[in-house]
């Protein structure tokens, strides 16, 4: 079976594609290595996954409707896991533009490779901050996200939305995923934990908003990759009594009479974030100067998930507490800034993805073209 990781070269897409690997699957890789955040981190997951058997490398922006059809086109992946994306909230306020193409635009060019090429499942990365206002908690899929408080979660959402339309249009089994608040080994550096492990190692102080008094459902990569393999390997199914709950006045916004499904995949335990840094100070041995700073704008004040849904469907069960985890976070940062980068091993050439022959504007490339 092959599969198609979006997003390879990202955080969770790295350790997802790996993951697959190591189980035995073939997996093809796309990524557009886009300077958001530094590309060398991405090419040493890169360089990391290129170890793996059975692991194949795509450069391509998703927003490239043509390269895209030649992707699947090429590959005819089984299953796909789109976790490409335009992130981050606060970019979102500054550069628009950016997450409609990759959100928006990108995701419909999936949505129509896996139409076209009737792929049996689907798996594609949404957001607690689909959430929005919502003052209710826990979190949970049977409540309405209808005010997103900023593009990155309008996006999102718009995107739960399309999949629905393909799900009931042609039958494609898809699911989404809200992921509260990614973090672990190999993180983004646009990300608290990257950024006040980063200054505080250096002396510099760390901006902490809301002084530090919102809380958030901090959910550990490896938790995180056993819930995105759980519902990858389950099909989902439609809902037969979707239509008679309709009529009576409750229907279910998680599920659908298509093959649709929505689930929180959180770690269920909000953390304040002044504790989330006093736990970061004693993994570092290291105390931080903090600037308490009001809330921004588009920053959700509390997350919180409630991942029974997902618990019943797939035997879902997050384990890694808050101070594992961030332990676990620091010893791969002293051990990667510590050592000497490596360029990616890249194989013999036809071990690599490479789509046709692109034309010149094309980014359709292997790794190091």
């Known amino acids: 079976m092959t599969t198609l990781v979006t997003g390879a070269a990202g955080f969770i897409g790295y350790h997802v594609a ?3 690997c190591q189980r035995g699957e073939v997996v093809v890789g796309l990524d557009n290595l886009n300077d958001y955040y530094d590309p060398e981190l991405k090419r040493a997951r890169l360089a990391s996954l ?4 059975g692991f194949s490398f795509v450069r391509l922006e998703l927003s490239d409707r043509q390269g895209v059809e030649q992707l699947f086109e090429a590959w005819r992946p089984d299953r796909v896991i789109h976790l490409a994306a335009q992130a981050g909230v606060r970019y979102s306020l500054e550069n628009p533009h950016a997450y409609m193409e990759s959100n928006m635009v990108g995701f419909l060019n999936v949505l129509e490779g896996c139409r076209v090429q009737n792929v049996k499942h689907l798996v594609y990365a949404s957001s607690s901050s689909i959430y929005g206002g919502n003052v209710r908690t826990p979190f949970s899929e049977y409540d309405r996200a209808d005010h997103p408080l900023n593009l990155y979660a309008a996006t999102k959402r718009a995107n739960e939305l399309m999949a629905h339309a393909y799900s009931h249009l042609y039958d494609l089994p898809t699911t989404g995923l809200r992921f509260f608040t990614v973090y ?3 993180g983004r550096p646009d990300m608290a934990l990257f950024t006040f492990t980063k200054k505080i190692l250096a002396g510099e102080p760390i901006e902490v908003f809301n002084y530090g008094q919102h ?3 901090f959910t550990y990569i490896a938790d995180i990759v056993e819930g995105i393999i759980k519902t990858y390997d389950s099909l989902p199914l439609a809902d037969a009594a979707w239509h008679e709950r309709a009529a009576a006045g409750d229907p279910s916004s998680a599920s659908s009479s298509a093959p649709w499904k929505i689930y929180n995949i959180g770690n269920q335990t909000p953390v304040e974030l002044i504790h989330y840094i006093h736990v970061l100070e004693s993994c570092l041995g290291r105390k931080a100067e903090i600037r308490l700073l009001p809330r921004q704008p588009g920053d959700a004040l509390d997350t ?3 991942v029974s849904a997902l618990q019943q469907a797939v035997g879902y069960s997050p384990g890694t507490s ?3 985890g961030v332990a676990r976070f620091v010893e791969w940062y002293r051990e990667y800034y510590r050592e000497p980068k490596q ?3 890249l194989g013999d050439a036809g071990a ?6 692109p034309a010149p504007s094309s980014s359709v490339r292997p790794l190091g073209g």
């Open 18 to 20: 790996r993951a697959l």
């Open 50 to 53: 290129a170890t793996e058997p």
């Open 184 to 186: 672990g080994p190999w």
């Open 215 to 217: 809380r958030r459902d």
């Open 304 to 306: 919180h998930a409630d």
């Open 322 to 324: 808050v101070e594992e």
């Open 343 to 345: 360029e990616p091993i």
């Open 352 to 357: 690599l993805a490479l789509v046709s022959q």
